[in-house]
């Protein structure tokens, strides 16, 4: 399993073989660097721990799959390691949202617009109550509350551009979080090969 980690740079469009546009993400990947590995009888799992950036150090952790190759400590770890095609899993915190109410939150419609409404357009009606929960609001309910800043996951993007000397990977699609957020990068457990649409 490749990994790495990258900032989310700006969204743009790559033009495929195939004359069409794509929709991509940029990431800046900088260049990281192997600086811990945990084995099973010292730590009770394997794992691969990174190192990354110049004035403040950064680090991260993943666990190779079985059979991969184990990197060695020291070892550089670049953009170079993905290929135009492969599909990858990112990681990222979501954008946050602040307060909202749940039409934003949770896709309520909301109450009808006519028949008597006055005030209650976006409320999101009843909570609790009659034989429901014993008469009291049941815990995970949806309600409004702060929205974003979750741990998002989205599986099988394209890489659609590898540009080493930029150090920069190109991915299909949106990526979570907003500009500079740090986007953890790795192939996804699925060996399917994605279609060539970088030029």
Known sequence: MKFIVGKKVNMTEVFGEDGKNYPATILSVPTTTVTLLRTIEKDGCNAVQIGFGDKKKGFREYRPATGD?????GDKIDASIFQTGELVTVSAISKG???????????F????RTHGQKHSEREPGTIGGGARAGGRVAKGMRMAGRMGGDR????????????????????????PGRRGTLIEVKTSSSNIQAPNKSQ
Request: no cysteine.
């Open 109 to 112: 419609h909301g109450g009808p």
């Open 69 to 73: 190759k184990v990197p060695t400590v």
């Open 97 to 107: 949202k602040g307060f909202q109410g749940v039409v934003k939150r949770h896709g």
């Open 152 to 175: 998002i996951t989205v599986k099988n993007l394209p890489v659609l551009k590898v540009d080493a000397d930029k150090s920069e990977i190109y991915l299909g699609g949106a990526v």
